[in-house]
């Protein structure tokens, strides 16, 4: 199975939540008996792969900002924050015996909820069912089929998946950060500390120097 990843699903597969393909992997050969279900496996499985495939979909729907070189991750809203919100920040030191008020985080994404994100949340479904299909013990368990049937398996269902997300991924693209993927924004995006060119992976930017005591 694992085999069959960069053959054929490559960069696709990046649609995912690493968690999550992490967590089926793992929970798999153990849940369904590495394939020789009894009829509590397969409910074991079914109620994995249900969990994994509903975690697929609403992590295409969270996001991520940074305010004052803090990340904030959480669900993207209607109106473009994040959910939940942050508790207000402590009250500054009190001025001349003044005490302000805690300031109010303000978490907003540069792009909110649009048709976009249901797109990659169904294809992030039909990535993770060829992730499925391609589990030689979760096929097993729920429909015996013979080596050859799994090899056709193997050779047609990441060329379909990856065929129909090069097409529909460049029409609808999506720069979230959500939880789960591969963060690469920079602190300069989304926040408004000036001289801050930081990013998230740790590489510095080109002809910039770092100061690390910013981090």
């Known amino acids: 199975m694992a085999a069959a990843f960069p053959a054929g699903l490559g960069d696709i597969i990046k649609l995912l939540p690493t968690?999550?393909?992490?967590?089926?992997?793992?929970?798999?050969?153990?849940?369904?008996?590495?394939?020789?279900?009894?009829?509590?496996?397969?409910?074991?499985?079914?109620?994995?792969?249900?969990?994994?495939?509903?975690?697929c979909?609403?992590?295409?729907?969270t996001d991520s900002c940074v305010v004052q070189n803090k990340i904030y991750c959480g669900f993207v809203t209607r109106k473009g924050g994040l959910w939940p919100s942050p508790p207000p920040e402590p009250p500054p030191e009190p001025e001349h015996g003044i005490t302000k008020p805690p300031g109010k985080v303000n978490l907003?994404?540069?792009?909110?909820?649009?048709?976009?994100?249901?797109?990659?949340?169904?294809?992030?479904?039909?990535?993770f069912g060829a992730v499925v299909l391609l589990d030689?013990?979760?096929?097993?368990?729920?429909?015996?089929?013979?080596?050859?049937?799994?090899?056709?398996?193997?050779?047609v269902v990441?060329?379909?998946?990856?065929?129909?997300?090069?097409?529909?991924?460049?029409?609808?693209?999506?720069?979230?950060?959500?939880?789960?993927?591969?963060?690469?924004?920079?602190?300069?995006?989304?926040?408004?500390?000036?001289?801050s060119e930081i990013p998230l992976t740790g590489e510095p930017k080109e002809g910039r120097p770092v100061d690390h005591t910013q981090v």
């Not at 907003?108 to 990535?127: S, W, Y």
């Not at 997300?165 to 720069?175: A, E, F, G, Q, T």
């Not at 963060?183 to 926040?191: A, I, K, R, V």
């Open 136 to 155: 030689t013990n979760t096929v097993k368990c729920f429909y015996p089929v013979t080596e050859s049937t799994h090899k056709t398996l193997l050779s």
């Open 57 to 61: 979909f609403f992590s295409t729907f």
């Open 108 to 127: 907003r994404v540069p792009e909110k909820i649009g048709f976009a994100d249901f797109v990659h949340a169904i294809l992030a479904v039909i990535v």
């Open 19 to 55: 968690g999550t393909v992490f967590l089926f992997q793992f929970c798999s050969p153990i849940l369904s008996n590495y394939g020789q279900c009894h009829y509590y496996n397969k409910y074991l499985t079914a109620f994995l792969v249900g969990c994994c495939g509903l975690s």
């Open 158 to 195: 990441p060329a379909v998946v990856g065929a129909v997300c090069s097409v529909l991924i460049p029409l609808y693209p999506c720069k979230r950060n959500g939880i789960g993927y591969r963060s690469t924004m920079s602190l300069s995006q989304n926040s408004n500390v000036s001289g």
